[in-house]
């Protein structure tokens, strides 16, 4: 399938859509960019995975809200705050905390990032940035050739580089405040090959995810020799402190990722279509954690949908443009995000895993519903938004048996109640 479309915002991007598979979310990423004109980034690339520019977003979190988190978190010993989750072992039998789990592929957003830093702090909310490393790659890394997609061109992706130095600057930045206050930085690897630019993820072999992972750290390490910059600040995101990630379009083999992932250290991952209809606990798998992609019941659809910001687009239109049904899109998916939460925790109490990107598909149908889930949930008793890691932690500090009673629980949120 191919189709063309324009998104017009403040900005005006071309996205050009192959092969688009309804359980594989083809995700475009927003650039690093924020709201500069980046169709020379996309229109050039086959696949144009990529980057609708951001638009300034009406939807800021309400600065009124009573619920206001007055925990004051402890601080560790490298000035990040305590994770915001109760490290105590449940006795047999005793109910799991609610766990939220907020991830953003991609992570380049001048707008978005502080929109939803400044939600966070004020529920005392963590979530997850899974960073495109090419959008620490400004024009000047990427007119050098620094990064070569496993199988493609040097220099190739399918998604915007990070644009100019202020560009790559901001992204720094951004990455500090949410590093500095508590969130998650992982990967969403670079380069965003998916169906439509192969090889894409699913004909990558170990090697291939080893290269690609190596130029990712790489990038986080070496961002500023690799773009030529002198007077710039330092990102204080360490590269031990990626443990895991989200797969573009949710493509890779397993039997392949695995060795890459344990090459680099990585302890997690959350890009697998789940193989059972709605919501579980994660499963350790060959060593590594794999929390499930889910598909569930959305009362909206009267029908299943994975839960992915692109995946409820493709199912509410087929991923076509179409800014002025927004509103009821973003009904749509704060009811699934609702019925989710609900079922969830009067339930398993499985974590409730909300994938977005922070682009501004379908005139912003996905952030808004995102954020009010976030201001609404975070507050609700024995409800916690935390990151990936800290709900390993969690997990990972319980007497086996304990756990073990948790993750099997049977899913919920799979059918209409
Ligand atoms: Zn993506």
């Known amino acids: 399938m191919r189709s063309r479309y324009l998104i017009i915002g403040l900005a005006v991007a071309l996205v050009a859509v192959t092969t688009v598979l309804i359980v594989t979310a083809r995700s475009g990423d927003s650039t690093a960019s924020g709201g500069d004109l980046t169709v020379t980034n996309t229109v050039v690339v086959p696949d144009g995975d990529t980057s609708s520019s951001d638009t300034p977003s009406s939807d800021t979190p309400s600065s009124s809200s009573d619920q206001s988190s007055s925990a004051a978190p402890t601080t560790g010993t490298d000035g990040r705050p305590a994770s915001n989750v109760p490290m105590t072992k449940l006795a047999p039998g005793e109910k799991p905390p609610q766990f939220i789990i907020f991830s953003f592929d991609g992570a380049g957003s001048e707008i978005k990032w502080p929109i939803f830093m400044d939600a966070a702090k004020q529920v005392n909310a963590r979530f997850t940035g899974f960073l495109s490393g ?20 040097t220099g190739a992706a399918s998604i915007g580089y990070g644009g100019t130095e202020q560009s790559i600057i901001n992204e720094v930045n951004n990455l500090n405040r949410a590093y500095s206050e508590g969130h998650e930085i992982g990967t969403h690897y670079n380069g965003h090959f998916c169906a439509g630019a192969e090889p894409s993820g699913d004909q990558w072999s170990t090697a291939d995810w080893n290269s690609e992972l190596d130029q990712f750290f790489q990038f986080m390490s070496d961002w500023k020799t690799l773009n030529n910059y002198t007077d710039v600040p330092d990102l204080q995101v360490p590269t031990t402190e990626v443990k895991g990630g989200r797969t573009p379009c949710l493509e890779g083999q397993w039997d392949q990722l695995v060795p890459a992932w344990k090459a680099h250290d990585m302890t997690y991952d959350s890009s697998m279509p789940a193989p059972y209809s709605g919501i579980a606990w994660p499963e ?12 569930v019941y959305s009362p909206g659809f009267e029908g299943s949908v994975m839960a992915m910001d692109y995946n409820f687009w493709f199912k509410f239109n087929q991923a076509q443009n179409e800014p002025e049904t927004a509103p009821e899109l973003r009904q749509i998916v704060k009811g699934t995000y609702d019925f989710m939460y609900d079922q969830a925790y009067h339930g398993n109490r499985a974590p409730v895993l909300i994938a977005n990107h922070f682009n501004v598909w379908n005139g912003d149908s996905f952030n808004p519903p995102a954020l009010d889930f976030m201001m609404e949930k975070c507050t609700q008793p024995d409800t916690y938004c935390a990151t990936y890691q800290d709900v390993i932690a969690w997990m ?9 009673q948790i993750l099997n629980q049977a899913p919920v949120a799979a059918s209409a109640p």
Do not use: C, R
């Open 134 to 153: 090419i959008y620490l790659i400004g024009d000047s890394g990427k007119n050098a050739g620094v990064y070569t997609g496993p199988g493609h061109p």
């Open 284 to 295: 350790k798998k060959d060593g590594i954690w794999e929390f499930y992609m889910p598909t």
């Open 396 to 404: 990972e500090m319980q007497d086996p048996a304990v756990l073990e």
